[in-house]
């Protein structure tokens, strides 16, 4: 299959997520998967030309290596607002090209306002269209008065695609109040690459390149660090605590890091808060061997957080790591209260529920939980699936038009 990639997100930068692990997945059985993406971090480059012209990067690969994906970033204009504005019309121009160019057997849409331009791209050329959704996307505007407008989108992409994907059942729930067809959506979870996550025995050298003792118990997240990610606060907490065998470590990079730097330097944390940076997928197993306790301490009244599952809640749990999270509404319906997650309230309250998990003895046994709970999600059959899929709507809407063209 010749398959198109639209999203708003950088390809390059962010992620993995689901859609680099099935797209290399895909690319590496021989399909052919062209992305088009967005430099949506271009604000945060420091000195910069006011127009970025169109690239292409060749056999792009983020996770699996072999795995030849072709890149389109069109042009924009840098400054803000301008950005979107020069967004809808680099985007629709680039779509109808590689319609033209790339004859795509299938488009795939995971953003908002070019996802919008395939779905009507796909429909006037009978190309069938698949909404993936990963996240809530709207939530994740950062201008406001635009929320509602991309929710008036995302709702009319949503009616007029041949197939809606989602990543949980509460995702499920969203798309179809906003008026996805119940019968065209369906659940595709988030997956593992179990033979790499089971590769590390132990994570002795990480705990050795930070400085962390054996008897240390090492609190772990990894991720985008959002401002609402609790990071700050479970920080805080921590310096607060009595007990310095209790340590944080963060792999990532994103809005709160600096304020993390703050409350490391205010607090004296250097041996306790450990910050690494943004660090490559493949040394990603390593750091979580190196933990005890996983984390993810968002703030439950946070919108963008309601209904999504990271992948990270996957990748620490198929390495028997138990998980404090708070009570995120898609959380608690994917996980359960007895699959190796333990709730609380806000993140404040994490440190004193990872002292009585210790104290308790209980990190084995939740993690044995969490390890047999989520091992059947190996990306090889989430892939299988996603390509079932994507292959369903080929047929029939080849059949349709076969039918129309009688």
Not at 281 to 301: K, Q, R
Request: glycine content about 6%; some cysteine; overall charge positive.
């Amino acid at each position: 299959m010749n398959i198109l990639i639209v999203q708003e997100t950088d390809w390059l930068v962010r992620g993995p997520h689901q859609q680099h692990h099935l797209a290399e997945k895909l690319a590496l059985e021989g399909h052919k998967i062209r992305v088009i993406d967005y430099e949506i971090l271009w604000r945060s480059q420091g000195k910069r030309a006011l127009y970025s012209k169109r690239r292409v990067f060749y056999n792009v690969s983020k996770i699996y290596q072999g795995a030849k994906i072709t890149l389109i970033r069109p042009g924009i204009i840098r400054i803000p607002w301008l950005d979107y504005i020069s967004l809808t019309f680099a985007h629709r121009k680039e779509i109808n090209r590689q319609i033209r160019e790339f004859s795509p057997d299938v488009i795939i849409g995971l953003g908002i306002l070019n996802s919008y331009l395939a779905v009507k791209a796909a429909r006037y050329n009978v190309i069938p269209f698949v909404y993936y959704w990963i996240d809530v996307l709207h939530r994740l505007v950062p201008f406001k008065v635009l929320q509602p407008i991309a929710k008036m989108l995302e709702a009319k992409t949503l009616r007029l695609s041949d197939r809606v994907l989602v990543i949980n059942e509460k995702l499920r729930d969203c798309v179809i109040e906003l008026g996805a067809p119940p019968k065209y959506t369906h659940v595709l979870k988030a997956g593992i690459d179990i033979e790499q996550f089971s590769r590390i025995d132990n994570g002795n050298a990480i705990r050795k390149q930070y400085g962390l003792k054996q008897a240390d118990i090492v609190l772990f997240f990894m991720g985008w660090l959002y401002n609402f990610s609790g990071l700050e606060e479970v920080a805080v907490k921590l310096a607060e605590a009595r007990n310095d065998r209790f340590k944080l470590l963060i792999v990532g990079e994103g809005d709160a890091y600096e304020k993390l730097k703050q409350i490391q330097n205010k607090y004296t944390l250097q041996d306790r808060v450990i910050l690494t940076g943004k660090k490559p997928y493949h040394e990603i197993p390593a750091f979580i061997a190196a933990s005890d306790i996983c984390l993810l301490p968002a703030y439950p009244t946070e919108k963008i957080m309601q209904d999504i599952v990271p992948i990270k809640m996957y990748e620490y749990m198929v390495m028997a790591k138990p998980v404090i999270s708070t009570r995120l509404p898609g959380i608690m319906k994917e996980f359960g209260e007895d699959n190796g997650v333990v709730y609380v309230k806000k993140p404040e309250d994490v440190v004193k529920k990872a002292v009585e998990l210790v104290d308790e003895g209980k990190l084995q046994e939740l993690g044995v939980r969490g390890r047999d709970f989520v091992k059947r999600y190996s990306w090889d059959n989430i892939a299988n699936e996603f390509k079932q899929v994507l292959q369903e709507v080929v047929h029939e809407k080849r059949k349709n038009q076969n039918i129309t063209a009688r």
